[in-house]
């Protein structure tokens, strides 16, 4: 066997952003936050990878532990990478940026040792696949695979089938294996493509809509 090497650093992304002077505030910031989601993504699909120990020879003891350490190297990298460049944006555009932790107001839900994140309201309501990459992210953070959003956090776009968000957000949870249920007045489902898109969602198990936290949470939770 070779001698080891130490780690080549070679990120394409850090030679864009040595020429990115040349880009307005603009330009820069969406350049910085394209590559935060992309970090996202990668993190999630790692996580999940990690959990299910895909790819992992699992032939034994010592192997496991060996594939599980490279794993977590993967992970720590990917999360170095995102609190660089948050940092980065922060540093950059200080006056601009609203820190993750004031975007959502959520609480942890712990009940017959089932935990679910319970999203309250966010400063902005949710309306991009970004948005529902933050949730997903949100939800490995916490090792939380249940969120409960409710009707207050969703945006007016949601609602409106020709934005396609509904269909989009729904699709990333079920990307990544988030079991999700939304609170909806039953009068904001009165809209007639809405209401049968909510009843054809109702009728599987990755995402619902209730009208009453109750009723969502006992679907959530499997009562």
């Avoid at 066997?1 to 990115?20: D, G, R």
């Avoid at 350049?31 to 999630?44: C, F, G």
């Avoid at 959990?51 to 010592?62: D, I, M, V, Y």
Wanted: net charge neutral; aromatic share 8%.
């Amino acid at each position: 066997m070779s001698s080891p090497e130490a780690p080549e650093i070679k990120k394409t992304f850090l030679v864009q952003l040595a020429w990115s002077d040349m880009l307005s505030n603009q330009e820069l910031s969406q350049l910085l936050l394209k590559y935060e989601n992309e970090l996202k993504v990668r993190l999630v699909i790692q996580q999940e990878q990690n959990r299910r120990a895909l790819h992992s020879p699992n032939r034994n003891t010592r192997e496991s532990l060996i594939w599980e350490m490279i794993s977590e190297n993967i992970i720590s990298t990917y999360n170095n990478e995102l609190n660089w460049v948050r940092e980065t944006r922060n540093k950059l555009f200080e006056n601009q940026t609203i820190e993750e932790k004031d975007k959502m107001n959520y609480q942890i839900r712990e009940i017959e040792n089932k935990k679910y994140i319970e999203l309250i309201s966010t400063t902005k309501p949710l309306s991009t696949e970004n948005d529902a990459l933050d949730l997903i992210a949100l939800c490995w953070e916490h090792e939380a695979h249940l969120i409960m959003i409710h009707y207050s956090a969703l945006s007016q776009e949601f609602f409106n089938l020709k934005t396609k968000v509904a269909g989009n957000f729904i699709q990333k949870f079920i990307n990544y294996s988030i079991k999700v249920v939304a609170i909806i007045p039953q009068e904001t489902t009165q809209n007639s493509r809405f209401k049968e898109m909510a009843m054809e969602t109702n009728k599987g198990s990755q995402f619902r809509m209730y009208g009453s936290k109750e009723e969502a949470e006992k679907w959530l939770l499997n009562k």
